[in-house]
């Protein structure tokens, strides 16, 4: 599995921020200054597939409750999945598929955000 694109739609100082990971090499480095959000993003992207901390320092901006992170990834069988995880107990995780891009959510799976597995 592969991760195309990291959506931080509210995850510590970031709001609606994508990070695009399609094209070039398949080993990407994130750098920059310091407080340019490097480590909020090595968090995010732990909280996306382990869950987010239950007492977690990333609600400075937004509220606990309104955590978002997302993504869409690239499967070993050239499928796609994308996926939103929100900070709470019960079903934090959201799973669709390309019927995201057109607006609708995937059957049975609730309400999808537009903006995760949006191709560019």
Do not use: Q
Not at 31 to 58: H, Q, W
Not at 61 to 81: C, E, F, Q
Not at 104 to 111: E, F, L, Q, T, V
């Amino acid at each position: 599995m592969k991760i195309e694109h990291l959506y931080l739609k509210a995850f510590g100082a970031f709001s609606e921020r994508r990070l695009d990971f399609t094209g070039g090499p398949d080993f990407h480095v994130i750098y920059g200054p310091n407080e340019a959000g490097k480590s909020t993003t090595l968090r995010a992207l732990i909280g996306l597939l382990f869950g987010i901390e239950e007492r977690t320092a990333d609600d400075f901006v937004h509220s606990k409750p309104n955590l978002r992170i997302g993504a869409a990834l690239a499967t070993a069988d050239a499928g796609r999945l994308a996926i939103m995880r929100r900070k709470g107990a019960s079903k934090p995780c959201s799973r669709w598929t390309r019927s995201v891009a057109r607006n609708r959510p995937a059957a049975g799976r609730g309400h999808a955000d537009p903006a995760v597995g949006r191709s560019r």
